[in-house]
């Protein structure tokens, strides 16, 4: 399925490569270098609240242009399109010096970018690639193919068809499994499911998987702005229409934490859990500190990690190029095609989280403590 997708951004991909790192766009004029970072602005945009993993990243983002001495506007749109529109065409009349933006939808920012290229703001996409634009200067994100294939590796292990180390494991077929993609106006939905669907993909063919209920194209089971009560209601419904002849669900390949909490939700009430009726294998994403305890306690098999502090500093550094006219740092230069033009990127490494690893990669690094693990609560 990758090779599909990469191939389908051709010869196009390669020869844009070299002109999205040329410095065209709206980084490409304005030099700040000259002034002090206490007169310049780096406008924020996030696009919800309701999910701790992004606040966490606006105030990690935030945080560390403030330690540097910049002014920083932080704005949340709350999942809604035209707050965010607005916000953002209030950070470009304001005079915002640069532009971190991570959209709600890629594609519905196209106006507000032509208008921050006019006044020469450098955009920098944040986690989710602003699509159909010219008007973006550079992407700061994870190898989101990458998330997908450890996703889908990590339901394998959970089912215990694979071993940790890649080999095979003692479990046996025939296995049922459901499948969660996220909201599909998000860029990253279609690397996390290629990556996924890529690694399941020979155990479906097989046999050794089986979708009860045929639900596996990216529209079947996709989850609208990445809700937990949709996936809740979608999971129940699985289970109603699919799993009414006593079957039961072995594992759901889930994209991201909120989305997993709806799915144990749903099979909870359903009865999973309790007596020998076990709760299926369910992946995640983002190490949300309500599914750690969720993971910590036998509930949730794994989630894959993003480190948004790092995610963070790399925003940082690229604002500070864009400032000092210059262009960031990239490492991929050929794999984020918006369907205007390839933007240059810099993609951070992921982890996968068991319960073994909680301590090692999330606790003795100072991404959670102990306490909030315990607790399944952020502290204040």
């Not at 859990?273 to 500190?289: N, Y």
């Not at 319960?355 to 999330?362: F, G, M, P, R, V």
Request: hydrophobic share 40%.
């Amino acid at each position: 399925m990758r090779r599909k997708f990469l191939v389908a951004l051709g010869s196009a991909a390669l020869a844009l490569s070299l002109a999205a790192c040329s410095g065209e766009g709206a980084g490409s004029g304005g030099d700040k270098s000259g002034e002090k970072p206490s007169d310049l602005t780096i406008g924020v945009s996030m696009p919800t609240q309701t999910s701790e993993r992004w606040i966490a990243d606006g105030n990690a983002v935030k945080s560390k242009l403030e330690a540097k001495g910049y002014k920083v506007d932080l704005q949340y749109a709350g999942d809604d399109i035209p707050t965010q529109s607005q916000q953002v065409d209030q950070m470009i009349t304001q005079g915002a010096d640069v532009l971190v933006i991570a959209a709600i939808d890629g594609t519905a920012l196209n106006s507000q970018l032509q208008a921050a290229a006019a006044a020469k703001i450098p955009v920098i996409s944040y986690d989710r690639l602003i699509r159909g634009s010219k008007d973006v200067d550079f992407y700061v994100s994870f190898d989101n193919y990458k998330v997908g294939v450890a996703q889908g590796t990590a339901l394998l292990v959970g089912l215990g068809l694979l071993n940790k180390d890649g080999s095979k494991g003692t479990a046996k077929g025939p296995l049922n499994v459901e499948l969660f993609a996220g909201s599909l106006d998000d860029n990253n939905t279609q690397y996390f499911y290629g990556g996924a669907m890529d690694t399941l993909k020979p155990f479906i063919e097989d046999g050794t998987l089986v979708v009860k209920s045929k639900q596996t194209t990216p529209e079947q089971i996709a989850t609208l702005r990445w809700q937990q009560e949709t996936a809740q209601k979608r999971m129940e419904n699985l289970l109603t229409s699919s799993y009414n002849d006593g079957a039961k669900v072995d594992g759901v390949l889930s994209p991201y934490d909120g989305i997993s909490r709806g799915i144990i939700t749903a099979l909870q009430n359903a009865g999973y859990g309790t007596g020998a009726k076990k709760l299926p294998v369910v992946t995640g994403q983002d190490a949300e500190i309500a599914s750690i305890k969720l993971i910590n306690d036998g509930v949730q098999n794994s989630t894959v990690f993003k480190d948004t502090r790092l995610l963070a500093e790399q925003a940082v550094n690229a604002s500070e190029a864009f400032l000092q006219k210059k262009q960031p740092q990239a490492n991929d230069t050929q794999t984020y095609n918006n369907g205007v033009k390839v933007v240059p990127s810099y993609l951070l490494p992921i982890a996968t989280v068991y319960k073994d690893d909680i301590k090692a990669t999330l606790i003795d690094s100072g991404y959670w403590t102990a306490e909030e693990v315990a607790a399944g609560q952020a502290k204040k």
